[in-house]
């Protein structure tokens, strides 16, 4: 018989043998060494940052009362750049604009923000079309039945010397021009290059385009790299606000730092309109959700009238209620004392619904706690001026905040990018709402927990934060 105990010694020596010499040289060794302690250092690079984060983040216990506190730092400090710098100067081969004899009228549609977008696309397309661009007039009939004119809301002259190499721009048609036949155009949305360039040929039959809406979209519809530019220039530069509403929104700002030196602009979309358009009911009373349920019925261009309120909020498609928002905000450890000001309109419910944030976050203004009653007199009944105050006040924020990802959102999120990567802080809502179900549900107890997975959900959102 083979003894095959007394073999497997002798095959473990000759495999040994085989990858290892009997006899190492000092220079082997020493390369081992090094290429052993080279890629030691490789693999804590590599996972050391992760591992550092998570152990920050990680939950010491399933219970507790307080959140866990990050530094400051996590909670106020600007996100990295990357490098990413604002690019709007016209390409050496953009040339100068001519004076036209065709022109372009144009009536906007919407709220400030809608408006402000849709104004720089019209300047875009005045371009590409080769049109002078008459003053736009803004929206007087929609929901906020805002009677503003232009100027009354933008800087008119800086408007149009800001873009005098770009696009003529003139205060009103020519008399001659008053009483001419018009073409009057409804832009296709998402269009391109294509299709304004096509458009040219209304020039051979009219001398005036009338656009009747100026939401248009025209962003991302692989437009020139200058057309894309000159989009940037007009919204972020040539839309300046009139000097009266920039002087106020200024001295608000400047209150807000010398009551706490930052703060946090939460635009709470929690007004009568937006709970009623989308259908979200969550929270509220019978007799609440009836009255909004009757709003969206008598309201003609709402095309969805019948809408599950339980299933928009599982989706996602709800804004966070106030209770919602302050739970978030503790969880991811800002403290009560934190200062927040609410840039939106009317809380739907006033004291009694909002009780649910400031009982968590008592230090919380509005603009008509910031400034006085003669400050706000002139804008009194002027919907689109006193969102052009929180816009500013929210762009010069600390940490910007939506409850909901509508068009106010996007316009300060973009314009905060622009001036410098501000922290903005986007809740994912469609998480929140099941980890808000289980705390409701008695399976989650508001604390450590809580704040962990409230973090883990936004990681890979605001990394800045984490």
């Known amino acids: 018989m083979v003894n095959k105990r007394g073999n497997y010694p002798h095959s473990r020596n000759s495999?040994?043998?085989?990858?290892?010499?009997?006899?190492?040289?000092?220079?082997?060794?020493?390369?081992?060494?090094?290429?052993?302690?080279?890629?030691?250092?490789?693999?804590?690079?590599?996972?050391?940052?992760?591992?550092?984060?998570?152990?920050?983040?990680?939950?010491?216990s399933s219970?507790?009362?307080?959140?866990?506190?990050?530094?400051?730092?996590?909670?106020?400090?600007?996100?990295?750049?990357?490098?990413?710098?604002p690019c709007v100067k016209p390409t050496a081969k953009y040339k100068a604009t001519?004076?036209?004899?065709?022109?372009m009228t144009v009536r906007s549609n919407g709220g400030l923000n809608q408006m402000r977008t849709g104004i720089s696309d019209m300047v875009a397309v005045a371009r590409i079309m080769n049109a002078t661009l008459v003053i736009p007039q803004l929206d007087k009939r929609s929901f906020w039945q805002d009677s503003s004119t232009f100027s009354d809301v933008f800087d008119e002259l800086h408007f149009t010397t800001s873009l005098q190499g770009d696009v003529r721009i003139v205060k009103e048609l020519p008399?001659?021009?008053?009483?001419?036949?018009?073409?009057?155009?409804?832009?296709?949305?998402w269009s391109g290059m294509s299709y304004y360039e096509e458009l040219t040929h209304l020039w051979k039959d009219y001398q005036v385009v009338h656009v009747v809406k100026s939401d248009s979209r025209l962003a991302n519809n692989d437009l020139p790299v200058d057309i894309q530019r000159l989009r940037c220039r007009a919204l972020y530069y040539a839309l300046r606000f009139s000097p009266s509403i920039d002087n106020l929104g200024k001295k608000l700002v400047e209150r807000l730092r010398s009551r706490g030196g930052r703060y946090i602009a939460?635009?709470?979309?929690?007004?009568?309109?937006?709970?009623?358009?989308?259908?979200?009911?969550?929270?509220?009373?019978?007799?609440?959700?009836?009255?909004?349920?009757?709003?969206?019925?008598?309201?003609?261009?709402?095309?969805?009238?019948?809408?599950?309120?339980?299933?928009?909020?599982?989706?996602?498609f709800c804004p966070l209620t106030p209770e919602e928002v302050g739970i978030f905000l503790q969880a991811l450890g800002y403290p009560p004392s934190t200062l927040i000001y609410i840039a939106a309109g009317?809380?739907?419910?006033?004291?009694?619904?909002?009780?649910?944030?400031?009982?968590?976050?008592?230090?919380?203004v509005f603009k008509e706690t910031v400034a006085s009653q003669d400050e706000l007199?002139?804008?009194?009944?002027?919907?689109?001026?006193?969102?052009?105050?929180?816009?500013?006040?929210?762009?010069?924020?600390?940490?910007f905040i939506p409850s909901y990802s509508g068009n106010m959102a996007r316009a300060v999120e973009g314009h905060r990018r622009f001036l410098g990567h501000r922290k903005t802080i986007t809740p994912d809502r469609k998480g929140l709402v099941e980890v808000f179900d289980k705390m409701e549900a008695g399976q989650l107890e508001e604390g450590t927990l809580v704040s962990y997975l409230v973090m883990q959900l936004h990681k890979n959102r605001f990394l800045d934060v984490l």
Not at 178 to 183: I, M, Q, T, Y
Request: with cysteine.
């Open 15 to 60: 495999l040994a043998t085989k990858l290892f010499p009997r006899k190492l040289t000092l220079y082997s060794i020493t390369v081992y060494a090094i290429l052993l302690f080279a890629f030691s250092i490789f693999i804590f690079i590599f996972y050391g940052k992760d591992i550092f984060q998570h152990e920050q983040m990680k939950p010491l």
């Open 63 to 85: 219970e507790g009362s307080q959140s866990q506190q990050l530094p400051d730092s996590k909670l106020w400090g600007a996100p990295h750049h990357y490098g990413l710098r």
């Open 98 to 103: 001519q004076g036209w004899d065709r022109y």
């Open 175 to 189: 008399k001659e021009l008053e009483h001419v036949p018009r073409a009057r155009k409804h832009f296709t949305s």
């Open 266 to 316: 939460l635009h709470l979309r929690y007004e009568k309109d937006m709970l009623s358009f989308t259908g979200c009911t969550h929270g509220l009373t019978d007799v609440e959700s009836e009255e909004l349920r009757i709003m969206r019925e008598n309201t003609n261009h709402w095309k969805m009238k019948k809408i599950n309120s339980t299933e928009q909020r599982k989706g996602g």
């Open 346 to 364: 009317e809380i739907y419910g006033g004291h009694i619904h909002l009780l649910d944030l400031t009982s968590r976050f008592p230090n919380v």
């Open 377 to 399: 007199k002139a804008f009194s009944n002027h919907a689109s001026q006193t969102a052009a105050l929180d816009y500013i006040i929210s762009v010069e924020s600390d940490v």
